[in-house]
């Protein structure tokens, strides 16, 4: 019997490790899985020691709080690796946690793999020298991340991202708005179909929702029968949307919300989260920066994508990591991946509402301009689009045969 440990902390990790999990157990029948994972990973047979929802903080004053419940888990699993080696260890994302896990597995002589790679292209590159002591080999997500490791002398494989294997080249568009409850007459009007994305955070609706509902009555002044869709998490993140909405209405504004008990992130369209539903149905979108913004580029949407920071929050960062800023001139995914700002970015004290609508005008009415930034989506989705899994599964397989740390 082969055993593997693995920890996945976030639901899009336990989403793709079972998907890899899967491909695993075809090469290896007698697989053992121990750790820590979610639902996906238990239907996928792995031996839950501690739930994924465990490791789950959100943001510095929720971390300092969870603090003792982390260094329990922490130790817990640790100290039964060190006691019963497993033949290899998997990392899934997580890498304050699987990061200081795995150094302490290496050092023991059991073979660690992280996949997905911390971003130290943008912040603290200096991990750099923890990610040499701690993983035997790195799979990432990004072509650009494979020459940063080799030059650092870590054993690296790209595998793709996930969400390029999910998410279509190509959707119904009109059939999306009617799924979403628009009727037919805006389905197939020619009127812009906006994505207002302010994020799933409270700090995030509460920076950035005033900014974006204001840029969507500019817009709106503009065209007055364009429908704004604003996806929402959850009831709570909604009920504070609502509070700014009635200070900021929007004419033509949708919430969308899902049954909260209802399976999502599926390959079927109906269980696709209401953030992708809302980028399949629109025209362009108005999006925080983070993993929406990829998300829109693999729908093929252009985009204005903005962030805001609280004083605090920008000191606690750039106190955490040294700088100031991030290392690449791109705070935006598919930015990053293109080298170039393909579509705009407004930040920090730039991300005003009139900014921000007068970028998603212009975006909107140059028809040249968003023919090329679709076109480069293409190009990029076909770029990421690898079958991340069973590629991911391979490698861990290979390894597997070679059981030297």
Known sequence: MTRLGLVAGEPSGDLIAAQLLAGLQVREPDLQVDGIGGPALANAGMNL????????????????????????????????????????????????????????????????????????????????????????????????????????????????????????????????????????????????????????????????????????????????????????????????????????????????QADPNAPQAGRDEQTWPMSWKAMAACDVALVASGTATLEAALFKRPMVISYRLSPMMRRLMAFKSGQEGPSVPWVGLPNILSSEFVVPELLQDDATAENLANALLELWNDATRKAKIQQQFIALHHQLRCNTAQKAAQVIYDLLQNETP
């Open 49 to 256: 020691w501690h739930p994924m929802a465990a490791l789950s903080v959100f943001g510095y004053v929720d971390a300092l709080k969870s603090l003792p419940r982390l260094i329990r888990i922490y130790n817990d699993v640790k100290n039964r690796w060190l006691r019963d080696h497993p033949a290899l260890f998997l990392g899934v994302d997580a890498p304050d946690f699987n990061l200081r896990l795995e150094e302490k597995l290496r050092a023991d002589g059991i073979q660690t793999v992280q996949f997905v790679s911390p971003s130290i292209w943008a912040w603290r590159y200096e991990r750099i020298h923890q990610i040499r002591r701690a993983v035997s080999h790195m799979l990432v997500l990004f072509p650009f991340e494979v020459d940063l490791y080799e030059k650092e002398g870590v054993p690296v494989t790209y595998v793709g991202h996930p969400l390029a294997d999910i998410i279509p080249e190509t959707v119904d568009v009109q059939m999306m708005r009617q799924s979403l409850g628009l009727n037919e007459a805006v389905a197939y009007s020619e009127d812009p179909v906006v994505a207002i994305m302010p994020g799933s955070r409270t700090s995030e609706i509460k920076l950035l929702a005033p900014e974006f509902l204001q840029a969507a009555q500019r817009f709106a002044k503009d065209y007055p029968n364009a429908q704004f869709l604003v996806p929402m998490v959850n009831q709570e993140r909604r009920a504070q949307f609502d509070a700014l909405l009635a200070q900021y209405p929007v004419p033509n504004l949708h919430i969308l």
